[in-house]
């Protein structure tokens, strides 16, 4: 029954796997989480992302409220910049902000908040590696997932290119 199961994986094939079921994704993504080429259909990237989501959420929620209970019994509290009369941060403020946020969050971390941390380090690279190939699957090579790195605008266009259909002409990455 397992080997009828796996059989329906599809793992062996770089071929995107149409119609995944949760399961059948998860597998799939964890079988492939090294592999950059082939292809991800659209099902096994938005299943996977969704179960990665739906675990994770929850779990930062909780993470953050830890992380505020502590800030609370230890009297500190996250820096606010001051801001000019135009009511923007003053020069330099950002830079403060960030570097007495970091530190506090340092001196915040829960065994929670560090096994997150953790786990979205082990997580980075499969993460990649699917949406490369969902990129693959639409035809666009993996280099696209520079544009993640243009602030909001680059998300959307992500978000877009992993939405369309499959492409005919992205059977030249398989």
């Not at 399961?23 to 989480?33: E, G, N, W």
């Not at 606010?80 to 009511?87: F, I, K, N, S, V």
Request: some cysteine; charged content about 20%; hydrophobic content about 40%.
């Amino acid at each position: 029954m397992f080997s009828r199961f796996l059989t329906s994986c599809a793992i062996g094939s770089s071929k995107p796997l149409t119609g995944a079921n949760p399961a059948q994704a998860l597998v799939r993504s964890l079988a492939h989480s090294f592999k950059f080429s082939g292809r991800a259909s659209r099902s096994e990237y938005w299943w996977t992302s969704a179960v990665l989501l739906a675990v994770s959420a929850p779990l930062e929620v909780c993470a953050a409220k830890q992380r505020r209970r502590r800030a609370k019994e230890l009297g500190k509290e996250y820096a606010q910049p001051e801001l000019t009369a135009e009511g923007i941060p003053a020069p330099g403020e950002i830079q403060r902000v960030i570097r007495h946020d970091l530190k506090l969050d340092r001196e915040l971390a829960t065994p929670l908040s560090r096994a997150l941390t953790i786990s979205y380090v082990i997580t980075v690279v499969p993460t990649l590696s699917l949406s490369v190939r969902r990129l693959h699957d639409t035809n666009r090579s993996g280099h696209w997932m520079w544009i993640n790195l243009v602030p909001v605008a680059g998300s959307i266009v992500s978000l877009v290119q992993s939405s369309q259909k499959p492409v005919t002409a992205g059977k030249r990455f398989d």
